[in-house]
């Protein structure tokens, strides 16, 4: 079986919880908290196994949330391998307000890493004894040395493995220099501020994408474009892939659901049209679930049914 590995260096305990009107300097007495497991590799891992794989989820975690977070996990029954860290899992708050169903999300910064701890890190995916795909995701939290990425991305590459990044900023920026990349998942805005461009129509955005295929920084580009739905790009092809219209309860989790999806296709053997065709229903799966919720299987396999029949009917994409 090919082994899928998420990594997420600033993983959350995420806390829900809901008042009744936001105010200042007021009390503001809150419902009963649920508590959920968030960073951006650990929702990937979870959005494989709602689709019926499995994917280990490996994390730093610190302090008594850093235990919460492993027990929600192992509780879902998310394989997972923690580092332990000195400093506490960060804890992110989610309120809604009840009289105008708003929701405010508090993200706070992710659990520092001494370098020790990013070497540690470091040595235990070079131990793993299985990597084949290796899925970044998320921010990186405070105190990663400016070598962290490209010396994580040279032990991927030198166990034969593939990376799939889905990040921003500087992470996503260090990555493409390192170069080898797989996969990119960046969205239309993360793309707009690593090129510098306006990106204000469709020649243009596969123009950018294809560049950094062409310039080598990686094999593979999907350009996530929100309910418009994605674009991917490699050497060979550049191709639109629509979303299905759905019902939109919460965007929370679309681009983990697709890029979970995406992967695990990856990983049974499907090429890059399919697994994007999948990623792209699991995202679309995702924006019909309420709240945090990632996607569901059953959504998923009926979006992607779809897509392959609307195809199959010769429909302009
Ligand atoms: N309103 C929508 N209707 C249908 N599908 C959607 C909608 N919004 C997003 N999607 C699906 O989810 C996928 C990922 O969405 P998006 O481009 O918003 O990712 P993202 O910006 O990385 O999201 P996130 O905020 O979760 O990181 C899209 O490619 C599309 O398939
Ligand atoms: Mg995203």
Same mark, same amino acid.
């Given at each position: 079986?090919?082994?899928?590995?998420?990594?997420?260096?600033?993983?959350?305990?995420?806390?829900?919880?809901?008042?009744?009107?936001?105010?200042?300097?007021?009390?503001?007495?809150?419902?009963?908290?649920?508590?959920?497991?968030?960073?951006?590799?650990?929702?990937? /891992? #979870?959005? !494989?196994?709602?689709?019926? %794989?499995?994917? *280990?989820?490996?994390?730093?975690?610190g +302090?008594?949330?850093? @235990?919460?977070?492993?027990?929600?996990?192992?509780?879902?029954?998310?394989?997972?391998?923690?580092?332990?860290?000195?400093?506490w899992?960060?804890?992110?708050?989610?309120?809604?307000?009840?009289?105008?169903?708003?929701?405010?999300?508090?993200?706070?910064?992710?659990?520092?890493?001494?370098?020790?701890?990013?070497?540690?890190?470091?040595?235990?995916?070079?131990?793993?004894?299985?990597?084949?795909?290796?899925?970044?995701?998320?921010?990186?939290?405070?105190?990663?040395?400016?070598?962290?990425?490209?010396?994580?991305?040279?032990?991927?590459?030198?166990?034969? /493995? #593939?990376? !799939?990044?889905?990040?921003? %900023?500087?992470? *996503?920026?260090?990555?493409?220099?390192? +170069?080898?990349?797989? @996969?990119?998942?960046?969205?239309?805005?993360?793309?707009?501020?690593?090129?510098?461009?306006?990106?204000?129509?469709?020649?243009?955005?596969?123009?950018?994408a294809?560049?950094?295929?062409?310039?080598?920084?990686?094999?593979?580009?999907?350009?996530?474009?929100?309910?418009q739905?994605?674009?991917?790009?490699?050497?060979?092809?550049?191709?639109?892939?629509?979303?299905?219209?759905?019902?939109?309860?919460?965007?929370?989790?679309?681009g983990?659901?697709?890029?979970?999806?995406?992967?695990?296709?990856?990983?049974?053997?499907?090429?890059?049209?399919?697994?994007?065709?999948?990623?792209?229903?699991?995202g679309?799966?995702?924006?019909?679930?309420?709240?945090?919720?990632?996607?569901?299987?059953?959504?998923?396999?009926?979006?992607?049914?779809?897509?392959?029949?609307?195809?199959?009917?010769?429909?302009?994409?």
């Amino acid at each position: 079986m090919t082994s899928i590995v998420t990594l997420t260096l600033s993983p959350a305990l995420d806390s829900a919880t809901s008042i009744a009107r936001l105010c200042p300097d007021a009390k503001l007495r809150c419902s009963e908290p649920r508590y959920a497991p968030g960073g951006g590799g650990i929702n990937v /891992a #979870r959005a !494989i196994h709602q689709l019926g %794989g499995s994917a *280990l989820a490996l994390f730093p975690a610190g +302090g008594p949330t850093g @235990l919460h977070l492993a027990d929600l996990l192992a509780a879902e029954g998310i394989p997972c391998q923690t580092l332990p860290i000195d400093a506490w899992t960060r804890e992110c708050l989610n309120v809604v307000e009840q009289a105008s169903a708003q929701q405010y999300r508090f993200v706070l910064p992710g659990a520092r890493l001494s370098e020790a701890e990013q070497a540690q890190l470091l040595a235990a995916l070079d131990d793993l004894p299985e990597l084949d795909y290796l899925v970044v995701s998320g921010s990186l939290p405070a105190g990663i040395a400016a070598d962290f990425i490209p010396r994580l991305l040279q032990t991927v590459a030198q166990r034969g /493995a #593939r990376s !799939i990044l889905d990040s921003s %900023g500087d992470v *996503l920026r260090q990555a493409l220099d390192f +170069g080898g990349l797989y @996969l990119i998942k960046p969205n239309l805005n993360e793309l707009r501020a690593l090129s510098g461009e306006d990106i204000d129509d469709s020649d243009q955005l596969i123009g950018v994408a294809r560049g950094l295929v062409e310039a080598g920084k990686c094999a593979a580009v999907l350009v996530s474009l929100g309910p418009q739905g994605a674009l991917l790009a490699t050497r060979e092809l550049s191709e639109r892939i629509i979303a299905p219209t759905v019902r939109k309860l919460s965007t929370v989790g679309a681009g983990d659901s697709l890029v979970g999806a995406v992967t695990l296709k990856l990983a049974l053997g499907a090429g890059l049209s399919e697994a994007a065709r999948y990623g792209v229903a699991a995202g679309s799966a995702a924006i019909m679930t309420a709240g945090s919720e990632l996607c569901r299987r059953a959504d998923t396999d009926r979006l992607f049914a779809w897509l392959q029949a609307r195809e199959a009917a010769g429909a302009p994409d």
